[in-house]
């Protein structure tokens, strides 16, 4: 692959996606070099044929980071900014073929198990909680009050936690996240948290996702239960986060949407469909890794190379596109959850959570509007996502009592 290749970060950020897909194809083709860090390259994959095959052929291109030449080879150093999205974990993520199916299988069967009308029950309840702490202010950042919350406390509720160890959860996230010593003690108590939901469904079942991989066949220790609870809590978060404050910036300040508000509930669905299309929460997918030298989209692909899952923009191919992207609201064929063995085995609840999450804050917020100007929201940086940095709103200041049934 040649030097001198554009940053991926720099495309992720770039102010319009379509224009840079444009020039990298007119450039490349469907399949374009790019640079993951000073001296790691890797193959983006833009075109939608492409990225079939790229996902649908597992004996070619691998999910498993260990087949990765410049991680094997020692060129990507171990502390390096890639590691936490591109290094192997023993996890459902990191397996090919049977391995996968075995540990893939648990994660279906239990998110199958999921009952739908309770889950939304426990989600409104959250955001309600969640919209109660602020509702009397007049103002919020939807991003770090609600969008970056709301999931992590749906996910825990789901998989077994009570409320208060949800919340337990969530502060050993931002200690996560926090500084390199704060992140190994965060880490440590994540799972024990999960660790100790996991003993007590072993001494008596309940109805809810914990229980359902420990009764599971195909999970053979403590710790791939373990590690099974740990993918499902953890790949749903920045995701679903994302996609919310996505799509309450669209309502909030496209008039398609913004008039259909006023008339009630209708186009959050559809907003949360143009999100996926135009703007997925996952814009750029790790990764596949050649098992053999070979050829994607015109490119010589060699034994090692990283492929990234271009998903925006295989979303935005012309060559499957002869319309605008937003005649395909209700169209449900967009690559925003992938394909293949490895796609999203979470799309129904995560759809569920999102929509409650966007129903209620455009609902409870009497007035809601955005503070800002809509064009100057800025994303935080990430080769990965174009997550919101921030969604600042204001509102008519309301007396919690409204919504909260404890305090009436
Ligand atoms: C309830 C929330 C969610 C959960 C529990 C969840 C769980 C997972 C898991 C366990 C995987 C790995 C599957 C495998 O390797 O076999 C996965 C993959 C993925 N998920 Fe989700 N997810 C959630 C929400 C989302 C959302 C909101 C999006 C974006 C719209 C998303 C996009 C993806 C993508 C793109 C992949 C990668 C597929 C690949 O590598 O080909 N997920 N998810």
Known sequence: ?????????????????????????????????????????????????????????????????????????????????????????????GADGMEHRRLRRPLDDALAAVDQRQMRRAVERTCQDLITAFIHRGHADLVS????????????????????????????????????DDAQEGNRRFEEILARLIRARQANSANDVASSLVRHPDLRSDDEVLQSLVVLISAGQQTLSAWISRALWLMLTDPRFASRLRGG??????????????????????????????????????????????????????????????????????????????????RTPARLIARVAVEQALHLLPRIALSIPAGTVTSIPSPWMRHLASLPVTFTPTSDTALNPSVR
């Open 1 to 93: 692959m040649a030097s001198g290749l554009v940053p991926l970060s720099v495309i992720t950020a770039s102010a319009s996606l379509p224009e840079t897909y444009r020039w990298l194809r007119e450039t490349w083709g469907p399949v374009a070099g790019v640079e993951l860090e000073p001296g790691v390259n890797a193959w983006l994959v833009m075109g939608h044929p492409e990225m079939l095959e790229l996902v649908r052929n597992e004996w070619v291109f691998s999910r498993d980071a260990r087949n990765w030449g410049d991680y094997r080879d020692g060129v990507v150093a171990p502390d390096s900014g890639l590691g936490p999205m591109m290094f192997y974990r023993p996890n459902v993520i």
């Open 145 to 180: 009050e609600y969008a970056q919350i709301v999931p992590l406390l749906a996910l825990a509720e789901e998989s077994g936690l009570n409320p208060q160890e949800g919340r337990d959860l969530l502060e050993t996230l931002a200690a996560l996240f926090g500084s390199a």
């Open 265 to 346: 509930r209708l186009g959050v669905d559809e907003a949360l469909d143009e999100v996926l299309w135009r703007d997925p929460p996952m814009t750029h997918m790790p990764a596949r890794y050649a098992l053999i030298d070979t050829e994607l989209g015109g490119q010589r692909i060699a034994r090692g190379d990283a492929l990234i899952l271009g998903l925006a923009a295989a979303n935005t191919d012309p060559r499957i596109h002869t319309d605008a992207v937003e005649r395909e609201i209700g169209n449900r064929a967009h690559l925003g959850f992938s394909a293949g063995p490895h796609q999203c085995p979470a």
